[in-house]
């Protein structure tokens, strides 16, 4: 993927733009969350399709990267959430699933810490959910209507 460069602006005095290195063309296709001074969204590479991942954004550092994360939680039947100060998904398919992104310096892994079983159910959607990412009062909501693959 061709890298392109992103612009940020500086609050204060200067009010000007400024490239930093980017990851290369994608669309934002999730509310971003914030932890601990690092943004996080999903994206895709076209506008349709499944060429799904993750975006993190460090404020500090200015530094925008592309994150690997399992196939299935960057879809659209999950939802990014802060989880006990981590990044993490919870996922309703056939369940609810939350998995956290455990961070170990250069590598994340994902490990995934509850599950619970709806047996007879399909795709589910999650409420509750602030665009901050924490969790208000939860409620899983049935989604009607013709559910892809």
Same mark, same amino acid.
């Given at each position: 993927?061709?890298?392109?460069?992103?612009?940020?602006?500086?609050?204060?005095?200067?009010?000007?733009?400024?490239?930093?290195?980017?990851?290369?063309?994608?669309?934002?296709?999730?509310?971003?969350?914030?932890?601990?001074?690092?943004?996080?969204?999903?994206?895709?590479?076209?506008?349709?399709?499944?060429?799904?991942?993750?975006?993190?954004?460090?404020?500090?550092?200015? +530094?925008?990267?592309?994150?690997?994360?399992?196939?299935?939680?960057?879809?659209? /039947?999950?939802?990014?959430?802060?989880?006990?100060?981590?990044?993490?998904?919870?996922?309703?398919? +056939?369940?609810?699933?939350? /998995?956290?992104?455990?961070?170990?310096?250069?590598?994340?892994?994902?490990?995934?810490?509850?599950?619970?079983?709806?047996?007879?159910?399909? +795709? /589910?959607?999650?409420?509750?959910?602030?665009?901050?990412?924490?969790?208000?009062?939860?409620?899983?909501?049935?989604?009607?209507?013709?559910?892809?693959?």
């Amino acid at each position: 993927m061709k890298e392109q460069a992103c612009q940020v602006f500086t609050l204060g005095d200067d009010h000007t733009w400024r490239n930093i290195q980017g990851i290369g063309f994608h669309l934002h296709f999730s509310p971003p969350i914030c932890i601990n001074g690092v943004t996080y969204y999903r994206a895709n590479k076209e506008n349709r399709g499944s060429n799904y991942f993750l975006v993190s954004f460090d404020v500090s550092s200015e +530094k925008l990267s592309r994150l690997e994360a399992l196939k299935t939680l960057i879809d659209h /039947w999950c939802t990014l959430i802060k989880y006990q100060g981590k990044l993490g998904f919870i996922c309703c398919q +056939k369940g609810v699933e939350i /998995w956290v992104m455990e961070d170990s310096g250069k590598k994340q892994e994902w490990s995934k810490i509850i599950f619970y079983d709806m047996e007879g159910f399909e +795709k /589910w959607h999650i409420g509750g959910v602030t665009h901050g990412g924490e969790q208000g009062r939860r409620h899983i909501t049935k989604r009607w209507g013709s559910c892809p693959g």
